[in-house]
């Protein structure tokens, strides 16, 4: 019987162990999280979003240029990755077992395990170096090729969950196959795309590594998509390696709005996703 | 009582309390291996299982009969305690197995289902050597001294299973590579390696083939010289053929339980008799 | 009819063409601009450790060390915590606690790597620091701690990649474990397994899967850039020690490229960000493949 004894214990460790897993993960959360907040609300002010960066020894400014940036970056990536991305879900769902659907599967699969650095080097070489010129639009790419196989792949799935007589139906009234899939089954699937295309932009909106080398940083305000241009993630480590307090006080106040976005990004596809689950429970 | 019962005869002739088998005067039966009484199970707020009372017999083969969802794949897995994994379920009443309650508070889960060994419906072999899966009930609980011991019981169990002849020079290979009535007669032999009493089957041959289905009938006739056994089926036949007793279950409910003979031939229930004749199910 | 769908297929065919033709641009385009060096240096570049642009000498030996180093490390850290945490979610806790268990977890997956990096600077950094000044003497001479206790270098950097890996291997093998049949679990408990042994067949049945989501996250730990290079020191040496700075390919990149003025010294760092895209290929071509033989192609998409 102490076999058994021992056996229950270790069972009861094993269990006790799992539960200390869970904490020992949620320990850096609650503090990176903590830090965040309590730093980032001391800096964060309305000057903030409204004012351009102070050169060093003045106090106060904002990163109203690097917000704007981030927007420009973000939208010309969606620009360019929402119409890819999606389609690319749409041929995928629509044409699976064919060997060029295994393959540009396989290629979404890789191409999001790519490291962003080495995207940003691609796009440095492809959109920069031509021209040489840091800009808008080679942050743009870069950000936008770290989309593609996100919404690719959140399309696919989405729309593999419409059920089939959804399909049927339109295909029996006479729908081509483009009609029933963009009139019905898109459509169908809409709300489930959308909430996949929100969670990549706010990845790639907290990416700092493909800009550094692509849209750079200014420190002025532009809109010039041939310019390089300021993001709040570049800035933020501009100003987190840097040695004055101003800066860094900056840099943590830039860290709370941007984990503001992701957590209610992640929040609203939560709850967009349970309501998918519950469709398919249906 | 429950209002959606088209059958008014049920209504009239409720079960009674305790039901055991009235005829046939074989010492065996005088035996109780499992006494059951007023065992009520819910999944949460549903009630699955509405005031069973049986006293099930050593050295018999005891089936349980019934249309699907009627509770008696759920009232075979009470008696190893097997809802337990499932949140949310609970138990009422009292089961003894050798007279001891297995539900009584502070009871060995973990050792009764050693001594109460199982076979699913579909067979579940690890994924692992056929020679390991066998060993795997040895193995944890310590069973097994040494090597040769071992080797000794999973041999002794595979041969028990009818199995031997046919792996004895493939026992390294994975079990996964047989066939579903190999699979499923290894799942016996798993389950027999740990030396349990009684052996609850769960519609064992449901998935499989005539021929493989009349090996595990054969097996569940000879083992029931060393074990008590407890065999779910849908399959009237089976019933008939493999069995001494039988109980038939209708809407989680125990209808009637006696001989099997008695059972298919001259029921006391209307429902029973509409049930194996066919009128419904 | 069927050519109006011929049309269609094109058509979106021709976007999903897009799609895989950007994988094999990023090769073709990082090969090209590393010509130079890799013409230039062959096999040594792999196999020196000096690193002097101002000379023109250019060995990667100590990026690949501080990439592997920090990599593994990280993943003998995260392993354990992240299969403890797949286990709880999928088999031991209540349903309530599950989905917010869940969000939890992506949440520590979604926040940005330079966030990570900002709080491992201020934060992490100085703790690992008093934690080295704190070792005593004695484990101070051993070559795994030698030193200056400085905080920044190898150990800061793999516990914050620990930190970052954790989720998707969590998330991983939580689905692998998901596929695991039922019945697996019940043929364990019937042969009165206790719970951590059901548990353990259950894991035994789901192995290649698990090893499939541990190989995703070294995936993961190889290319993180931001967060390392914040605090990992970036001192290109080959050194066994913990406290010692070090430096990654990706750091080295992310660090170098907008100072890289001559042709040479921007091929050696594209041939560097070469081998991270053929490794990171690799290791996430095998860690996939290995999910997906376990749990078929359906389950596999869920890893993606």
Known sequence: MTRMVWRRMLSSLFVGACAIAVLVALVPLAFVLFFVLSRGVQALNLDFFTHMPLPVGESGGGMANSIVGTLILTGLAALMAVPVGVMSGVYLSEFPGSRFTSIVRFAADTLNGVPSIVIGVFAYGVAVLPFRQFSALAGGLALGIMMIPIIARTTEELLLLVPGALREGALALGATRARAVFTVIVPAALPGIITGIVLALARVAGETAPLLFTSFNNRFFTTELTQPISSVTVQVFTYAISPYEDWQRQAWAGALVLVTIVFICSLMARLATSRVADMRGR | MTGQIANPSIRLKAPTPTARPTEGAANRERDVKIDVEHLSFFYGAKRALEDISVKIHPNVVTAFIGPSGCGKSTFLRTLNRMNDIIPGARVEGTARIDGNDIYAPGVDVVGLRRRVGMVFQKSNPFPK?????????????????????????VEESLRQAALWDEVKDRLQESALAMSGGQQQRLCIARALAVRPDILLMDEPASALDPIATQRIEELVYDLKKAYTIVIVTHNMQQAARVSDHTAFFWLGRLIEYDRTDKIFTAPAEKLTEDYVTGRFG | MRSRDIGFRLSTGAFAFVLASIVVAIGFELSRQSMLSIQKFGFDFWRTSTWDPVAGQFG????IW??????????????????????????????ILRTPLVFLTELLAAIPS???GLWGIFVLVPAVRSLEIALPDSLRALPLFSGPPLGVGMLS???I????????????????LRTVPLAQREAAYALGATQFEAIRAAIFYARTGIVGAVMLGFGRALG?????????GNNPQVSASLFAPQYTMAAVIANEFTEAADELYLAALVEIGLVLFIITLVVNGLSRGLIWTMAGRKSGRAAA
């Open chain 3, 114 to 116: 330079i966030v990570y």
């Open chain 2, 129 to 153: 050597s056929i020679f390991e899966n066998v060993a795997y009930g040895l193995r944890i609980n310590g069973m097994a001294g040494s090597k040769a011991e071992l080797a000794g019981r």
């Open chain 3, 66 to 95: 501080g990439t592997l180093y920090s990599s593994i490390l990280a993943l003998l850290i995260a392993t354990p915590v992240a299969i403890g945490i797949a286990v709880f979610i999928s088999e031991l806790c209540p349903r």
């Open chain 3, 161 to 176: 990649l620990a930190v970052m890996v954790v989720p998707f291997t969590s998330t991983v093998a939580r689905e692998v």
């Open chain 3, 60 to 63: 990667a030996l100590p990026f």
């Open chain 3, 157 to 159: 950097a793999a516990l």
């Open chain 3, 224 to 232: 993180e850039t931001m967060a390392v290079t914040m605090v990992i």
